[in-house]
């Protein structure tokens, strides 16, 4: 990498899960590469998440120190105001001082905004910032040292490239910690599927050839500055499931391609507490909903098509009779009901 090295803004959603969020800030302070910092956003937890971060930092001044400000719905960086008005310009000098001084950011939101627009809130600080990339990273990962390091020499290595993904292992697997949960995915624009490369395979170097894939993981992502220039931040319509996959998918159309680093090591916790009818809902919702936004007439048909073939009597079946649900059975018919009939609109 050359001298002047790339400006970073990691973005990290907290929600409900500051013991994990600050597992992962102890990860990303042993990490080797310099120019980076750190923004936290808060989506309106109720379990104190904010105070105990806060307090953690003031408690140990060594381990870095940190701003704290809140965030309204109207009261944003692409407009600042108040103390808006300072923070940000506070934060456009950290960022230009390539010296670690481990200030962190914390956002504090005034409602639960979602994966997506909570994480656009955190980006459109450090776009303002001037940062030259951002990085999104899920609160209950740890990361490798050399994770950023590797993810940054492959953006400037690889010109064409607009997102890149590191290598992502589940946190623990039946006691091992080499079980890959994400290695690049494939995308099926016919069946509106997506599969991760390498899930719940062991690491035998099978994934270690850096390569450009259909799309990469949110849990982990490294976005230039000015692919989200042209193409938007993330659409919060999902508010949670397949805004990654349609980023890349909106990069891929403007020519950005998405590239899947191995030398980048991250372990992912994978949120054990994100289960039940409500993930369900927004899964099979955003699916239908993905596939109307990205597919011509005559696609979107074949569609639907094959997806009454079997897969929708298939899962239907699998409610009911493996996982013995009828809660996660009558969210998955409201989400196809949703996903067909109803119109994705902005929060």
């Known amino acids: ?18 013991r994990d969020t600050l597992n992962c800030l102890g990860s990303l302070h042993a990490i080797s590469y310099p120019s980076y910092r750190i923004i936290v956003v808060d989506n309106c937890s109720t379990d104190g998440s904010v105070d105990k971060i806060r307090a953690h930092y003031e408690a140990a001044p060594s381990a870095g120190s940190i701003s704290v400000i809140s965030h309204h719905q109207k009261n944003h960086p692409a407009k600042p105001t108040c103390n808006h008005d300072r923070a940000t310009a506070e934060f456009k000098q950290i960022l230009t001082d390539t010296t670690d001084k481990r200030e962190i950011l914390l956002i504090s939101a005034d409602q639960n905004y979602g994966y997506g627009e909570g994480n656009n809130i955190g980006m459109r600080y450090a776009l303002y910032g001037r940062s030259d990339a951002v990085l999104l990273l899920n609160n209950d990962t740890v990361v490798d040292p050399e994770f950023l390091t590797e993810l940054v020499k492959a953006s400037e290595e690889q010109q064409s ?3 890149f993904g590191p290598k992502i292992y589940y946190y623990e697997w039946n006691g091992r910690k080499d079980v890959i949960s994400h290695a690049g995915g494939v995308l099926n624009t016919i069946t509106g599927t997506c599969h991760p490369i390498g899930k719940d395979e062991a690491d035998t170097g099978k994934y270690d050839v850096i390569r450009e894939v259909d799309y990469l993981e949110g849990s982990c992502l490294l976005v230039r500055a000015e692919v989200i220039d042209k193409i938007g931040l993330l659409d919060p319509i999902f508010f949670a499931y397949w805004e990654d996959v349609d980023w890349c998918v909106r990069g891929s159309d403007q020519g950005y391609k998405s590239v899947y680093v191995p030398t980048a090591r991250v372990w992912h916790k994978m949120s054990a507490s994100n289960v039940g009818s409500n993930v369900v809902y927004r899964i099979v919702r955003n699916q239908f909903w993905f596939m109307r936004k990205h ?8 569609f639907l098509m094959y997806y009454f073939s079997w897969p929708f009597w298939l899962l239907s079946a699998s409610f009911v009779f ?16 949703a996903g067909i009939h109803e119109r994705a609109e902005k929060p």
């Open 1 to 18: 990498m050359g001298k002047d090295l790339p400006r970073i803004s990691i973005i990290i959603l907290n929600w409900n899960n500051w």
């Open 161 to 163: 490239g607009g997102f």
């Open 295 to 302: 597919s011509s007439p005559i696609r979107y048909r074949l």
């Open 322 to 337: 493996r996982r013995r649900s009828p809660s996660s059975l009558r969210a998955f018919w409201r989400a196809v009901f």
